[in-house]
């Protein structure tokens, strides 16, 4: 069941043993009034982009890092960020946010954005238990450049219940607590790394590109 903004207003000022928390808190009688079901969040400060590197492609391997292929940048407030078209570039929100452990939620860009070309938060799943800034990715799908600046608002959260006996599993993932964007890994899970070894010849690290005959 999604939140309407009234309740998540509720929520906010209620606290508790188990709260949801959104730092800096949004003005609850604006948020309360809005009608809406969700709530704004805003541009960080933060950013990453990709360097262009003399390379093939960008091997999922995780074994690979991803330092030496990105660059972090810092823009005050008042100051613009320009994403030009076909850019990409990974960004945060200015919130930090707490869900509890029977709420989760998703984001989704603002329309005023996506009408001018910007594509934000391609991966949008936000998973009970949660903490931290979230990264957005944000990519200028339009025809000319686009100014972003700090501490706009960006995009916007959904809130929902979720149903389960365990309340006491929570997100564990490695990008829970961070305020900066990162990159990450990829990395193959057991049953993708077996079909490599078995069916490419070798492992997802060292594979012979020679598929294996029974």
Same mark, same amino acid.
């Given at each position: 069941?999604?939140?309407?903004?009234?309740?998540?207003?509720?929520?906010?000022?209620?606290?508790?043993?188990?709260?949801?928390?959104?730092?800096?808190?949004?003005?609850?009688?604006?948020?309360?009034?809005?009608?809406?079901?969700?709530?704004? %969040?805003? @541009?960080?400060?933060?950013? &990453?982009?990709?360097?262009?590197?003399?390379?093939?492609?960008?091997? /999922?391997?995780? =074994?690979?890092?991803?330092?030496?292929?990105?660059?972090?940048?810092?823009v005050r407030f008042g100051s613009e960020f320009f994403l030009h078209p076909g850019a990409f570039v990974l960004g945060v929100t200015l919130e930090w946010l707490r869900l509890p452990k029977d709420l989760?939620?998703?984001?989704?860009?603002?329309?005023?954005?996506?009408?001018?070309?910007?594509?934000?938060?391609?991966?949008?799943?936000?998973?009970?238990?949660?903490?931290?800034? %979230?990264? @957005?990715?944000?990519?200028? &799908?339009?025809?000319?450049?686009?100014?972003?600046?700090?501490?706009? /608002?960006?995009? =916007?959260?959904?809130?929902?219940?979720?149903?389960?006996?365990?309340?006491?599993?929570?997100?564990?993932s490695r990008y829970v607590g961070l305020r900066r964007p990162v990159v990450g890994g990829i990395r193959l899970d057991p049953i993708a790394q077996k079909l490599a070894e078995a069916y490419g010849g070798?492992?997802?690290?060292?594979?012979?590109?020679?598929?294996?005959?029974?």
């Amino acid at each position: 069941m999604m939140l309407k903004a009234e309740r998540i207003a509720d929520l906010l000022r209620q606290g508790g043993s188990d709260p949801l928390c959104i730092t800096p808190q949004p003005e609850l009688p604006t948020l309360e009034e809005s009608g809406a079901a969700s709530v704004d %969040l805003r @541009l960080g400060t933060w950013f &990453v982009s990709l360097r262009q590197a003399r390379m093939a492609c960008w091997s /999922t391997d995780e =074994q690979a890092g991803t330092a030496q292929f990105s660059r972090t940048q810092y823009v005050r407030f008042g100051s613009e960020f320009f994403l030009h078209p076909g850019a990409f570039v990974l960004g945060v929100t200015l919130e930090w946010l707490r869900l509890p452990k029977d709420l989760a939620a998703y984001v989704i860009g603002k329309s005023s954005w996506g009408r001018r070309g910007l594509i934000i938060a391609t991966a949008t799943g936000v998973h009970p238990g949660f903490k931290g800034c %979230l990264t @957005l990715e944000l990519s200028n &799908v339009g025809e000319i450049p686009i100014a972003i600046k700090p501490g706009m /608002t960006i995009c =916007q959260l959904f809130i929902h219940n979720v149903e389960g006996s365990r309340t006491d599993h929570i997100d564990k993932s490695r990008y829970v607590g961070l305020r900066r964007p990162v990159v990450g890994g990829i990395r193959l899970d057991p049953i993708a790394q077996k079909l490599a070894e078995a069916y490419g010849g070798g492992s997802w690290n060292n594979p012979t590109g020679i598929a294996k005959t029974t």
